[in-house]
């Protein structure tokens, strides 16, 4: 088990990338925040199925987060990571310190108007700030976005800075961050990325619970609740399969068997899963169910998709 390359500065993951394409080599790239799970691993098994060469990122980007989130609680393993990501038979990582230019000597980064983490904020009067942002209009908005306005303007602009650096000719993204998935899609088509974005299935925990290195923050206690945010989810897929029930039967549905469970709700909602605008009649469309709900003070998302008969 060889270890994969590591590189911290942007000029030589971009000479990496640029040697294997000389050699005629396909690149395959798995973005991360760290603290490695199977879900992780599964993203690493699908590029290297699809790609000559793996590449994966593990960098914890503060513009996605703001003030009040878990940024600086967010789990760290940088050892076991790399042992993993050998094991997986991944050529190279990418881990930059900072990605962003930032003013005096801030690491985290300062808070905007919205919220957001804005790492050398333009308006603390640094004229060398960061100041060039990504964003999706239409499909940002909603589901995630409505508890976390800042959220995919940060994910869209480092997504974007690490497709100039890495490359790739395809990267793969997990589908329980159903709606991150689909606004990367739109970002690569509207932008004329040359990369491939591949959405993978949610990986599970043998009783359900989706993998998510937020899920290293429950307590005990909460990762027993939080087992009800699955057990909802396929209980509605079920009914609607079954029953044919409406958007708003099932909506209330899940919410309930949350609460009920000790959740605290952030959003269900029921949504077509091309457009994710909200449905009301069911029979015959692509539907998504998604959820958001807090356990503690950890945020955990999951989904279901299925097509209503
Ligand atoms: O899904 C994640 O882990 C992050 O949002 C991503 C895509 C690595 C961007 O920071």
């Given at each position: 088990m060889a270890s994969p390359q590591v590189f911290k500065e942007v000029v030589d993951m971009r000479a990496f990338s640029r040697e294997q394409r000389r050699e005629g080599k396909t690149i395959g790239f798995v973005p991360t925040m760290g603290y490695l799970h199977e879900g992780h691993m599964s993203l690493v098994q699908a590029a290297r199925q699809q790609c000559d060469v793996v590449v994966a990122s593990i960098y914890i980007n503060?513009?996605?987060?703001?003030?009040?989130?878990?940024f600086g609680v967010y789990p760290r393993s940088e050892a076991e990571d790399l042992r993993k990501l050998a094991e997986a038979g991944c050529a190279a990582v990418f881990m930059p310190a900072s990605l962003y230019h930032q003013s005096?000597?801030?690491?985290?980064g300062s808070s905007s108007a919205d919220g957001s983490m804005v790492v050398g904020a333009a308006e603390a009067g640094d004229p060398d700030a960061h100041e060039t942002w990504v964003s999706v209009d239409h499909l940002s908005q909603g589901l995630c976005a409505k508890s976390r306005p800042h959220f995919f303007k940060g994910v869209c602009t480092v997504v974007t800075k690490l497709f100039h650096i890495v490359e790739p000719d395809a990267a793969f993204f997990g589908r329980k961050d159903y709606q991150q998935w689909r606004v990367i899609e739109r970002m690569v088509r509207d932008l004329d990325m040359a990369v491939r974005v591949v959405g993978m299935p949610i990986q599970r925990e043998a009783d359900g619970l989706a993998m998510s290195s937020r899920n290293a923050m429950l307590s005990t206690e909460d990762r027993q609740r939080s087992l009800c945010i699955s057990r909802a989810l396929t209980e509605a897929r079920e009914h609607a399969v079954a029953q044919a029930a409406d958007a708003a039967t099932l909506q209330q549905q899940v919410a309930a068997a949350i609460a009920a469970g000790g959740g605290r709700v952030d959003y269900v909602e029921v949504v077509?899963?091309?457009?994710l605008q909200p449905l009301q009649e069911l029979p015959g469309r692509q539907v998504l169910i998604a959820v958001a709900a807090f356990f503690g003070k950890v945020r955990l998302i999951d989904n279901v998709d299925f097509e209503a008969p």
């Open positions: 503060p513009t996605q987060f703001s003030k009040n989130e878990d005096g000597s801030s690491s985290g077509d899963a091309q457009s």
